[in-house]
């Protein structure tokens, strides 16, 4: 698929799932999301006052756990390409008194309207992957981290274990794909979340990645 073609699919498939997307994260993990999510966030050592963006950051779950640790005197981005993704999350960051210190951006993450060394840290949830151009996106995160900058990633990859892969192939590619037609009223948007994690490099692979583009 050609990036502009990646990018529009992308678009196309979290609209069709926007309203039910925290309850399909939440069906098909078996509720683990949250924990992986709460171990990410804690990943991050963030401290009162620093400055964060949430790239890809869809519906909030991650600014709604980072916002605090930041404090008033701190600020969190939520930057994200889909316009429905945002404002469903959009009363979640409200309803938790976060708003005036969440701030929602709608850009691609390939290009962020960020200037240089001005953030503390940056966080991606279940997004590299969505990227048309996965490296440009992640040199704009370098780009606008200050040096020092932390940066955690959060994402789906294949099991190493073999009968555990046999197992996850078959839960993603048969049943997935039915509940989201099911509960989500979209097979098309279920069957490229699973092709798309099939697709995903190793983690060893994005490593060597982030330190070609300068992280360490």
């Not at 073609?5 to 399909?24: E, G, I, N, P």
């Not at 073999?162 to 192939?169: K, M, V």
């Amino acid at each position: 698929m050609e990036p502009q073609q990646k990018t529009a699919a992308v678009k196309r498939h979290f609209d069709r799932v926007a309203s039910r997307y925290d309850l399909m994260n939440t069906i098909l993990s078996f509720g683990l999301h949250h924990l992986w999510k709460r171990r990410a966030v804690g990943l991050l050592g963030l401290t009162p006052g620093e400055r964060v963006i949430d790239v890809c950051g869809g519906t909030g779950d991650l600014a709604r756990l980072a916002a605090p640790q930041v404090g008033p005197t701190g600020g969190f981005i939520l930057y994200d390409i889909n316009r429905a993704m945002m404002l469903a999350g959009h009363d979640k960051v409200n309803q938790a008194g976060f708003h005036q210190r969440v701030w929602l951006v709608e850009g691609d993450a390939e290009s962020l309207a960020v200037a240089d060394s001005r953030l503390d840290a940056a966080l991606v949830g279940f997004g590299v992957r969505n990227l048309a151009r996965m490296d440009e996106g992640l040199r704009e995160m370098h780009r606008v981290l200050k040096p020092r900058g932390r940066l955690v990633i959060l994402e789906f990859s294949r099991p190493t274990n073999p009968l555990w892969r046999w197992l996850y192939d078959r839960y993603s590619f048969l049943i997935m794909p039915r509940l989201g037609q099911l509960i989500a009223g979209s097979r098309e948007a279920y069957t490229y979340l699973t092709t798309s994690i099939r697709q995903f490099p190793l983690p060893e692979e994005v490593a060597d990645l982030l330190r070609h583009i300068g992280f360490t």
